[in-house]
């Protein structure tokens, strides 16, 4: 172990350095951006650095968080401005210098002096707000404060920063007004519902933990905000897959907590009644979600700790073809029994069964069956702290493969023993934490099933020839357009 540890050390490090020291001092910024979508347990940030490159064949520009924001980012994506492409981006595996994280970003061409483009990186993070006041009587409103770093981080000079945050209701309170030795005007304007701290000039190279410590700021703003806030502290999804009966089921054991400011006494259902009546209900108090399934869904059931929920409403629509241009969803109006205060948890069942040959295909080319599990069920702007998340194959799988659409914290592959098995079926476990919107993926599994044991039913397959990235591709589409819809 200790030897395995100092041999892997030397290489590690040079890995690890070396795009640090043949990049660090390549480029300069000649303007930041950073835009901050405030909401409730999910934040969007997006930051567009306008970079020229100072030496020939400069292709990796590193960016850098700091620790906070580090540790409350949970997705990161990089793009050149106006483009789709992903880049790839890879975090130094060395935190060189405590409280500084660096990623590096590998730019589609290099560029030679002098050479400028856009990057634009989008981060989501969570649990950047807290509501203040913490407790709230039943007839009060919703306040949040969110809490962020004041500038942003950067291994090479920037000549201009500013940070835009933006609430999605027009009330703020009270922000951070700054002493900020980068300007000679006004640190931080106020337009609307729009909050500016910058322009800011002439700022060094930053990604040190001396500049964190003597130069950075942390800032609060305290909006208003009028939507419930939405917590899923744990997620354990189960998706069985039989061949035998042409189904997949999918069953959610979900806990939900509202993550609004606490209840202030006693819950009192007249005052509920007569708000809903007169006005509109308290903005801390969660009366139903609404909630899209897949197409084609059959045998919908949803129960608590106390039984059947029955006060539901369901929309169903027909299977949607695998591969076709139609986003056609179902809809569930999802109604608990009582509305779900700041503070309560709730916890419930919800699951389905849908036609296999939906999320299923054959690979004639490999002899494997390929089936589509999404990671989730989106709630928008609600983040999902940890997902357990059991893909259950047919008895007697074997070659087994599954590519999710992201890494997982943990996986792996066990049995799944259920009364009707004989020798158990095969179950892989996949581990998240902090799911957001971005995160609404879809985990594509393959594996063989011996013909003798299987197939009573004979299972409609597209005969077309889709490959797993074929399939990645057109899921992709009709998943961006359910978010869009939202
Ligand atoms: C999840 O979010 C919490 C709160 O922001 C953070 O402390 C934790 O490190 C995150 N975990 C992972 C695995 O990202
Ligand atoms: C709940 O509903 C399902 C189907 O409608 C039924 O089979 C089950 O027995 C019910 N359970 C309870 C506890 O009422
Ligand atoms: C709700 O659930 C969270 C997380 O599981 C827990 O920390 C909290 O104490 C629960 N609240 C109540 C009122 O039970």
Redesign the pocket.
Known sequence: MLAHWRSGLPLFLLTTLAPFFAAGHSFENTAIVRTVELGGSVVHVTTTYAVKALEDGASVYTIALGEKEK????WLAAKIKGQSVKLHVEQHSLNLDGGVYLYDVNLPAPLKTGGTTNIVVETV????TYPYPEEASQKDGQSLKYESDLLVLSPYDTAVQRTKIRSPFPQIHSYTEPEVEYTQDAAVTKSGATLTYGPYKNIPASSSNQFAAEKQQRIFVHFSYEHPILEITKLERAAEISHWGANLNIQDNINLLNAGPKLKGHFSRLEHQSQSFFQRPAPHMLPGLTLHLPAGIRDVYYYDLVGNVSTSKLRTTSSVPKGSQSNQYSVLELKPRYPIMGGWNYSFTLGWDSPLADSAGWDKESGKWIVGIPVMTLIPGT?V?EEELKIILPEGATDIEFHPPFPA?LNRLSTHITYLDTTGRPAITLA???LTDKHAGIVYVAYKVPLSAHFKKPVVVATALLGVFALAFVWKRVDTRIQKQK
Do not use: A, G, R
Not at 71 to 74: M, N
Not at 125 to 128: A, L, M, P, S
């Open positions: 540790e409350s980012t949970s993070q969570t649990h950047v983040v702290d914290l998240y934490k902090n």
